[in-house]
């Protein structure tokens, strides 16, 4: 009997688990408030019901149990980490699909996660709690300067700031309080840490089942971030693949805390390098990651298919012995966002839409022609991965993809993105988690010139089109433009 699940997310990730379900022989169902009817997520379930909100556990348990669905998988945001949910879930007679509640929050709040990391020796970085503007002060002191103050359940960039001088730690400790609060509801306690220049950001994805096998599937490399918001994702690790003897600790580490809470699921544990290639436990994502992506391709693991059968009550099917890295693998983030208006969320209707294709090419979208797009939710329209045999080859392959995707209609960082892959130090693997806003004003001034070269190429295209239509037409037909990757580019419509 095929099993139903109903996903409790939208945007591409909610189609992206529909299409693992379909390909398991489930039935996915899909969910929608009503602002949001017209999206595709909506058509990939073989039903679709009403919420109240991607956020009312009550309005979603009700859906699910209305459509006879017995497993959720919440995706990613949202309530995606709130063990309460999960419990409610469960307590309704639903199988989750992601770590036991327990786990959820043994690993899922950080504060309780560093201090599981230091009692079982993997290595943490200098902090201590803060309740008040007045402790937050005490801690940098005691800590040293530079600190970063965190809200110990918020994510995504967001309940984070750095602080440089004294006097510093007091003053953002109320911004990041409340900003942890509008942000997730409750952010959890602020706590401070010590601050690292210009680190490295690897994660280790880890898959767990209820039978206690917990593995690993090799590590991912995050530290283009812009804002502390995850831009460009590789797997395997550039520095890891450098430093002689890294990969092993972060894999040790990362099993160490997911084997100690008995982790099921899919669930990722994060670690920032210093320059000398010290590694320091940050926090563990009781989730499905949105880059989740790369490591499918260097594995050939479904982790979203491994959630699946795990919420069915089956074993992992692979053994740690199975699990190999085969090339590369290179994420990029499309976002309706304006980088040259401070990343400001776009709004608009997709006028065009058309992905990239080739050997090694994957596109994980949740757009299409005449969407609108709203500030309302989360800005991100689709991940393009590139796979190559080695780094080089996949590097090559996001280039070419990324001067084929189009999106019209809303501004997007796509011109950004170009800039960014074709940089010489992104092909040399050189970058930390804050290049990108070191360099922000010198790649919006390269990206700005593509646009002018692309504008001035769009012109004469057209200009030459009117003077065919106006007589020309017989004509010998020369070449309007030369450029080195030829124009236009790809070649096919539609």
Same mark, same amino acid.
């Given at each position: ?15 992206? =688990? ?14 929608? *408030? ?45 309530? !995606? ?8 879930? @469960?307590? #309704?007679?639903?199988?989750? $699909? ?12 950080? +504060? ?34 530079? =600190? ?27 911004? =990041?309080?409340?900003? +942890? ?12 840490? &010590? ?39 590789? +797997?395997? !690790?550039?520095? +890891?693949? &450098? ?10 580490? #990362? ?47 479904? /982790? ?13 099917? @692979? ?9 590369? $693998? ?38 299409? *022609? ?9 800005? @991100?329209?689709?991940? =393009? ?5 080695? &780094? ?6 996001? &280039? ?42 010198? @790649? ?7 646009? $002018?070269?692309?504008?001035? /190429? ?16 017989? $004509? ?19």
């Amino acid at each position: 009997m095929a099993r139903r699940v109903l996903i409790a997310a939208r945007g591409e990730v909610a189609i992206r =688990v529909a299409r693992a379900a379909r390909e398991l022989g489930w039935e996915p169902v899909t969910i929608y *408030e009503d602002a949001d009817r017209a999206s595709p997520h909506v058509l990939a379930g073989i039903v679709s019901v009403p919420v109240r909100s991607y956020t009312d556990m009550d309005s979603i348990i009700e859906a699910a149990v209305k459509t006879g669905a017995d497993v959720v998988h919440p995706g990613y945001g949202f309530l !995606s980490e709130s063990p309460e949910f999960a419990e409610r879930v @469960l307590d #309704a007679g639903l199988s989750w $699909a992601g770590p036991h509640p327990k786990a959820m929050r043994m690993l899922g709040d950080k +504060a309780s996660a560093k201090a599981l990391a230091e009692r079982l020796g993997v290595p943490t970085l200098p902090w201590c709690r803060a309740t008040s503007p007045e402790e937050a002060e005490a801690c940098a002191e005691k800590i040293g300067y530079p =600190v970063v103050l965190k809200a110990s359940r918020a994510g995504g960039g967001r309940g984070m700031r750095v602080a440089r001088r004294p006097g510093e730690a007091a003053s953002l400790y109320r911004l =990041v309080a409340v900003e +942890a609060r509008l942000g997730f509801g409750d952010g959890g306690e602020v706590y401070v840490e &010590r601050y690292i220049e210009a680190p490295r950001h690897i994660e280790v994805q880890v898959l767990g089942d209820e039978d206690g096998r917990v593995l690993h599937l090799y590590e991912r490399e995050c530290s283009l971030q812009r804002r502390r918001q995850k831009v460009v994702e590789e +797997a395997p !690790s550039p520095l +890891a693949e &450098r430093i002689p003897g890294l990969r092993e600790r972060l894999l040790g580490y #990362a099993l160490r805390l997911a084997e100690h809470v008995g982790y099921t699921s899919a669930g990722t544990v994060e670690f920032i390098v210093d320059r000398h290639g010290n590694a320091y436990f940050i926090e563990a994502n009781t989730r499905l990651q949105v880059e989740h992506g790369v490591t499918e391709e260097v594995t050939g693991v479904d /982790i979203v298919k491994m959630q699946l059968l795990v919420a069915a009550g089956n074993r992992l099917p @692979l053994r740690q012995s199975d699990v190999r890295l085969h090339g590369w $693998a290179i994420e990029a983030r499309i976002y309706a966002e304006d980088p040259w208006a401070g990343f400001q969320a776009s709004e608009g209707v997709v006028t065009r839409y058309r992905e990239p294709r080739g050997p090694g090419i994957r596109v994980d979208s949740g757009v299409e *022609e005449g969407q609108r797009v709203s500030s309302r939710y989360d800005t @991100l329209l689709a991940k =393009v991965i590139a796979r190559g045999m080695d &780094r080089g080859e996949a590097v090559a392959r996001l &280039r070419a993809a990324l001067r084929e995707m189009v999106v019209a209609g809303v501004e997007t960082n796509l011109d950004l993105l170009r800039v960014v892959v074709e940089s010489p130090w992104f092909a040399d693997g050189e970058y930390s988690t804050t290049l990108l806003e070191e360099r922000l004003p010198e @790649l919006l001034e390269a990206a700005e010139e593509r646009r $002018a070269l692309a504008a001035a /190429i769009a012109s004469q295209l057209h200009a030459h089109g009117n003077g065919l239509r106006g007589g020309a037409a017989a $004509a010998p037909r020369l070449a309007v433009v030369s450029h080195s990757y030829g124009w236009p580019w790809p070649p096919w419509r539609g």
